[in-house]
């Protein structure tokens, strides 16, 4: 049976697609088959699949996307289920339509909800950490959430602002942090990932990334 973890958050480019598809790739990668769902209409992650082909890249070295930008997610992905190890669900960048998220929230083992370390957005991710402790105060604690903080620029401890802010949300904030480099847009050109950066040249995003990977599969455990 599968796992599944979605990255969720209704502000727009707080790095739900790109960390998506680190860590589809990322387990891809480590031997494992792997199912991203694109449940965004805009199709980013969908689209970077086709770049991918166009690059060279085969089938058999990318997990395997599909697009499914509907509130029937939850029920849909019962018949995934059984062919993968893990499923990562990418969402849309609004609460526009809120039956979206909330099948995505249904439908997740592990929600993460990225945000950047700035106090704006993390005021502006306060209404998908509510839609989450909705769902888990009906549904038995479930799914696991945790925050994950995107796009830092240097390696000192938050500022207490931030994590005043932060602590409000009542989630775990996850150990991983993704540090902010340009690795991760110039591999998702070619459809790739930061795994397919030369570590001995990007140490910083290509360790961080497999320790992110490492906690996922340690929270699932
Ligand atoms: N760790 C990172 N370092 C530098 N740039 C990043 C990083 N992660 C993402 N980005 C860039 O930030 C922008 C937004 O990222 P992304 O598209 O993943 O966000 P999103 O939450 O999926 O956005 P949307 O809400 O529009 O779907 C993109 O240009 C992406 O390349
Ligand atoms: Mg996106």
Not at 13 to 38: E, F, W, Y
Not at 72 to 95: C, H, M, Q, W
Request: aromatic share 4%.
């Amino acid at each position: 049976m599968a796992k599944v973890i979605s990255f969720i958050n209704q502000k727009g480019g707080s790095t739900k697609t790109t960390n998506a598809i680190t860590l589809s790739h990322g387990l891809h990668k480590r031997g494992n088959r792997v199912l991203l769902i694109d449940t965004d209409q805009q199709s980013t992650a969908s689209k970077a699949y086709a770049r991918a082909l166009e690059s060279g890249f085969t089938v058999a070295d990318l997990p395997s996307v599909i697009s499914v930008p509907r509130e029937t997610i939850a029920d849909e992905i019962k018949s995934y289920r059984n062919s993968f190890d893990y499923i990562v669900i990418d969402s849309p960048g609004s609460l526009a339509d809120l039956k979206i998220p909330a099948g995505v929230i249904k439908a997740s083992d592990l929600a993460i909800v990225p945000v950047q370390p700035s106090p704006y957005d993390i005021e502006d991710s306060a209404a998908v950490v509510e839609m989450i402790h909705s769902r888990r105060e009906i549904a038995d604690g479930q799914p696991k959430a945790g925050i994950l903080i995107s796009r830092t620029k240097d390696k000192t401890i938050l500022g207490r602002e931030i994590q005043a802010a932060l602590e409000q949300f009542e989630l775990p904030i996850m150990e991983s942090r993704i540090p902010d480099s340009e690795v991760f847009k110039q591999t998702a050109i070619s459809g790739g990932s930061v795994f397919d950066a030369n570590p001995k040249k990007h140490p910083k995003p290509v360790d961080a990334a497999n320790a992110f990977v490492d906690e996922v599969l340690n929270i699932l455990s």
